[in-house]
């Protein structure tokens, strides 16, 4: 069975930083491109990254970009979001996602059960 | 970026048939991808593809799309379908991924 667990989500204050991890079991980790996607308090999903299986592909949305960096180790099974000068705005349940194919469809599947991170002073 | 837009708010009657729509310049090139998410849960996916439901997913659910539109279509509404249902695609003009608004679906 697919799991996913994310991890290190808390209460940051604004231009703070965070680093939220993934581990991953039940699939080769290393085969499939993995996403984060958040979702702020009331509102719609919003995708953040995603990190092609091999890491030599990165992809950001405009929000996040030179702020945030999606890594990951394949080694360990497990992908990071390294998330920095945050602001009030970044405020949401992240979650990670599994590419459903082996080739970067944005198809999501499964997803983590998310971890909340909340900037603010 | 591009956009997916979506009707906010769907209401369905039990039993019935209800259409969720998504549309933006994204699905010319890339199938949507259609996710159910119930209030404290994460997302589910329902549909990807042409018209593919992973294991698990009750054959009502079904999708298609033709020109800038992405439909999902529930065939037979249930009580435990209510749920915000979102649609996604690669974006066709950036690396970017993009989703579109989300519907509230209500079962009367």
């Known amino acids: 069975e697919v799991q996913l667990l994310e991890s290190g989500g808390g209460l940051v204050q604004p231009g703070g930083y965070l680093r939220l991890s993934c581990a991953a079991s039940?699939?080769?980790?290393?085969?499939?491109?993995m996403s984060w996607v958040r979702q702020a308090p009331g509102k719609g999903l919003e995708w953040v990254s995603t990190?092609?299986?091999?890491?030599?592909?990165?992809h950001y949305a405009d929000s996040v970009e030179g702020r945030f960096t999606i890594s990951r180790d394949n080694s360990k099974n497990t992908l990071y979001l390294q998330m920095n000068s945050l602001r009030a705005e970044d405020t949401a349940v992240y979650y990670c996602?599994?590419?459903?194919?082996?080739?970067?469809?944005?198809?999501?599947?499964?997803w983590g059960q998310g971890t909340l991170v909340t900037v603010s002073s | 970026s591009s956009e997916l837009t979506q009707d906010p708010t769907v209401s369905v009657a039990l039993g019935q048939t209800v259409r969720i729509t998504c549309q933006g310049d994204?699905?010319?090139?890339?199938?949507a991808s259609w996710y159910q998410q119930k209030p404290g849960q994460a997302p589910v996916l329902v549909i990807y593809?042409?018209?593919n439901r992973p294991s698990g997913i009750p054959d009502r659910f079904s999708g298609s799309s033709s020109g800038d539109t992405a439909s999902l279509t529930i065939t037979g509404a249930q009580a435990e379908d209510e749920a915000d249902y979102y649609c996604?695609?690669?974006?066709?003009?950036?690396?970017?991924?993009?989703f579109g608004g989300g519907t509230k679906l209500t079962v009367l």
């Open positions: 593809g042409k018209n």
């Open positions: 996602a599994k590419d459903l194919t082996s080739s970067w469809e944005g198809w999501f599947d499964p």
């Open positions: 994204s699905l010319r090139m890339y199938y």
């Open positions: 990190m092609s299986g091999s890491g030599s592909n990165t």
């Open positions: 996604n695609s690669r974006d066709s003009s950036s690396s970017q991924v993009i």
């Open positions: 039940g699939f080769t980790f290393s085969s499939y491109a």
